[in-house]
């Protein structure tokens, strides 16, 4: 038994695996199991740590041409590695997996990282325990009401023939549907709105297909069991599907963000060729059901003469915070460590090495929810806690990883905004170098 789990019995405590925090992510493998090779260990294991399935969730085969290509990418295939770069200050032996450590054997390490691990969660757990039902859910569930209760003053603002009226009827519809669609989301895709599992995957649907205009089930897997599972591994969770390499720097970062609300129906539809007929049916209708209630009201409650006055207003008030939405998605991953599936570490030195956490901004705090901006860290460490949960637990968390000398990666909005735009081809048009870790910090 670890040490923080004879604390949590001596306190009475349930005894609670760190590895419950974070279900979307697979165990890793034993000591055992490191004569696999990767493809062996891929092939029998899924992102979930039990047999892989033959289909995607929404029953979707898996197509063989991706897999090839992912494990290609696994092996390194087409991607250079930098020669073997100084250990950082305080670093400290990492066993890799199947790998040796400098220091001590894979299995010494490999407890180390999971005490690390063990014993954050038992601080995190004892201030979730002390958080009330308000803390929990209450609040971000309060911020989504207030959203929803803010529709109808938006939609008849639009109304009027007072261009500052009007402007301001397109704000607040753009900040709603930022809110709904982006918060509303991905507190949705975590189970974090509720407690119910069941009354969470209902969330689902209707946050991700109704107001967001996509699957909701593809959103789930390549959000959860890859990118959170798997953050910074090649060809897995490394978002690479943010990445256009064929537009320039100008055009990605403040051009191209623009028809995202126009092509996010179509790249659904267009993962839905293989679904289930049933759960593609429910996709398409509340897809539907989500844009022409949305075109419905311009028309018939905000005055609009016209189809193509009201599609306007739509792609604008869904293009309002469109830009800081792309640029925080890569600003807080990429450009970070990024790790081969042979030779990633374990979780809480790959969480802390590959998330970046932004400062506290009011307007995308309310929009995006803490989480995805100022507490990106907790959140891929603590994935089920909702917003303001990742905020409460900040500073128990920074606290933590400073004092046991493991990374906690900061930095501006701006300062992000110059290294892309600087570094552009590096960053976002060829193939990252894989970080070659010897130790971690």
């Known amino acids: 038994m670890e040490p923080w789990q004879q604390k949590q019995q001596e306190k009475g405590m349930p005894l609670k695996s760190w590895q419950e925090w974070y279900p979307e992510g697979r165990p890793e493998p034993t000591a055992g199991s490191s004569s696999l090779s990767p493809a062996e260990r891929g092939s029998q294991l899924g992102p979930g740590g039990a047999s892989k399935p033959d289909k995607l969730p929404n029953e979707c085969r898996r197509r063989r041409e991706k897999e090839e290509e992912k494990e290609g990418l696994s092996q390194g295939e087409g991607v250079s590695r930098p020669t073997q770069s100084p250990p950082w200050p305080g670093e400290m032996a990492l066993s890799q997996e199947g790998g040796e450590a400098e220091g001590g054997p894979p299995e010494r390490s490999r407890r180390e990282a999971e005490s690390l691990m063990g014993e954050l969660s038992q601080v995190v757990q004892e201030v979730v325990r002390s958080s009330s039902w308000w803390e929990k859910h209450g609040l971000d569930g309060t911020i989504l009401a207030l959203n929803f209760l803010s529709l109808p003053i938006g939609f008849l603002l639009l109304r009027s023939d007072n261009p500052f009226a009007f402007l301001c009827g397109a704000v607040i519809l753009g900040m709603v549907h930022h809110t709904i669609a982006v918060k509303g989301s991905h507190l949705a895709t975590h189970n974090a709105l509720v407690e119910s599992k069941s009354w969470g995957k209902l969330w689902a649907v209707f946050f991700i297909e109704v107001c967001s205009s996509f699957t909701a089930e593809q959103a789930t897997y390549n959000h959860v069991k890859l990118h959170h599972a798997y953050t910074n591994v090649i060809g897995l969770g490394d978002s690479s599907t943010w990445k256009l390499p064929f537009l320039n720097r100008y055009v990605y970062m403040f051009i191209a963000p623009l028809a995202v609300p126009i092509i996010t129906p179509f790249v659904a539809i267009g993962l839905l060729k293989e679904a289930e007929w049933k759960t593609a049916t429910r996709t398409i209708c509340c897809i539907l059901v989500g ?144 970080t070659e870790l010897v130790g971690i910090q």
């Open 291 to 434: 844009l022409y209630s949305h075109y419905w009201l311009l028309i018939n409650i905000s005055g609009f003469q016209s189809v193509w006055s009201a599609f306007s207003c739509m792609l604008v008030t869904r293009s309002l915070l469109i830009h800081p939405y792309i640029h925080v998605n890569i600003f807080q991953h990429i450009g970070l460590p990024m790790f081969s599936t042979e030779k990633k570490p374990k979780r809480i030195h790959m969480m802390t090495l590959g998330v970046l956490n932004l400062p506290r901004n009011p307007l995308l705090d309310w929009s995006f929810g803490h989480s995805i901006i100022s507490c990106h860290v907790e959140h891929h460490l603590f994935p089920t806690l909702s917003d303001n949960m990742c905020l409460k637990i900040k500073p128990v968390v920074s606290q933590y990883l400073k004092e046991k000398k493991l990374p906690y990666n900061e930095d501006s909005y701006w300062s992000r905004l110059k290294l892309f735009l600087g570094k552009y081809e590096e960053l976002m048009v060829y193939a990252p170098p894989i």
